[in-house]
C-alpha cells in the first residue's frame, strides 16, 4: 500500500497526493480527512476543536481550514498514551 494512495486506508483524492508529493515535510488536511483519520463525524470533531481538545484548524478564510497532519497525528499518539 503506497503512502501516496492511501493514508492510514483511506483514498486520498488528487489534491491530496500532490500536497504529500510537493511538500511531505508540511501536508496540510481538510476537515474530511481529519475525520477518517480519527474515525468519527464532523460534529465531533467541531465538538473537539471547540473545546481545545483536538488541534486548532489553519484558518485561510471564514470557509477554508485546514489542519496540520502532523499535528492530528500527535494527538492520535497522546490519545493513545493516555489509555495506559
Known amino acids: 500500500m503506497s503512502l501516496i494512495n492511501n493514508y492510514r486506508g483511506y483514498e486520498m483524492n488528487e489534491a491530496q497526493k500532490l500536497n504529500l508529493k510537493l511538500n511531505p515535510q508540511q501536508k496540510l488536511i481538510s476537515g474530511e480527512t481529519a475525520c ?3 474515525g468519527f463525524g464532523r460534529t465531533k470533531l467541531n465538538e473537539l476543536v471547540k473545546a481545545k481538545k483536538f488541534p ?3 484558518r485561510f478564510s ?3 481550514v ?3 497532519l502532523e499535528e492530528v497525528n500527535q ?3 497522546e490519545q493513545k498514551a493516555a489509555r495506559a
Open 36 to 38: 477518517h483519520i480519527v
Open 56 to 58: 486548532q484548524p489553519i
Open 62 to 64: 471564514q470557509n477554508f
Open 66 to 68: 485546514r489542519w496540520d
Open 75 to 77: 494527538w492520535i499518539e
